[in-house]
T-cell receptor, first 113, second 107 residues
Framework: KAGVTQTPRYLIKTRGQQVTLSCSPISGHRSVSWYQQTPGQGLQFLFEYFSETQRNKGNFPGRFSGRQFSNSRSEMNVSTLELGDSALYLC????????????FGQGTRLTVV | KNEVEQSPQNLTAQEGEFITINCSYSVGISALHWLQQHPGGGIVSLFMLSSGKKKHGRLIATINIQEKHSSLHITASHPRDSAVYICAVDNTDKLIFGTGTRLQVFP
């Protein structure tokens, strides 16, 4: 079956702009979570969605938001981009929240200039 | 102090060597994960542990809940094992990640 698909793979944006990233989970998976990976901070949890509801949120400013659609696809949005938002954004899908089968996408590499 | 600490940060080995990567955590967890990240970013989940030991091929993962410590072992290491290995703990609400161990295995 198809894996977790993230689009786009690469993105370059200018400071102050906003960006939307997409994640399509494995078919049948209802949990999608998002992570930011930077060289300085490593991997950090952004938020998790399950059946269209945000269940958990990490310690990120309100500029970072997300949503999940009825088909479990998820989007995350970052508004008013800052240089420090440059990172690899990863999403992972799971059938439930116990992470017994966590599958990660390839990530979207965002560069803010 | 980070809630999840990994050691070493970097590891170099010759093909065939036995590798050990350690992970210590300070929070309550329901499970611990070992992840492998290759250049380019893709992450693969290797193990999920809540107790004891698991083995998959040349990879072995152990966890000691009382000591809040886990180890990932690679037997007969191979250049294709070169990657970043990340420990992550399931803190009920979210995953908390270690900073990763960069492993390079030379032929």
């Amino acid at each position: 079956k198809a894996g977790v698909t993230q689009t786009p793979r690469y993105l370059i944006k200018t400071r102050g702009q906003q960006v939307t990233l997409s994640c399509s989970p494995i078919s049948g998976h209802r949990s999608v979570s998002w992570y930011q990976q930077t060289p300085g901070q490593g991997l950090q949890f952004l938020f998790e969605y399950f059946s269209e509801t945000q269940r958990n949120k990490g310690n990120f400013p309100g500029r970072f938001s997300g949503r999940q659609f009825s088909n479990s696809r998820s989007e995350m949005n970052v508004s008013t981009l800052e240089l420090g938002d440059s990172a690899l954004y990863l999403c992972a899908s799971s059938s439930d929240r116990t992470w017994t089968e966590a599958f990660f996408g390839q990530g979207t590499r965002l560069t803010v200039v | 102090k980070n809630e999840v600490e990994q050691s070493p940060q970097n590891l170099t080995a010759q093909e065939g060597e036995f590798i050990t990567i350690n992970c210590s955590y300070s929070v309550g967890i329901s499970a611990l994960h070992w992840l492998q990240q290759h250049p380019g970013g893709g992450i693969v989940s290797l193990f999920m542990l809540s107790s004891g030991k698991k083995k998959h091929g040349r990879l072995i993962a152990t966890i000691n809940i009382q000591e809040k410590h886990s180890s990932l072992h690679i037997t007969a290491s191979h250049p294709r094992d070169s990657a970043v290995y990340i420990c992550a703990v399931d803190n009920t609400d979210k995953l908390i990640f270690g900073t990763g161990t960069r492993l390079q295995v030379f032929p």
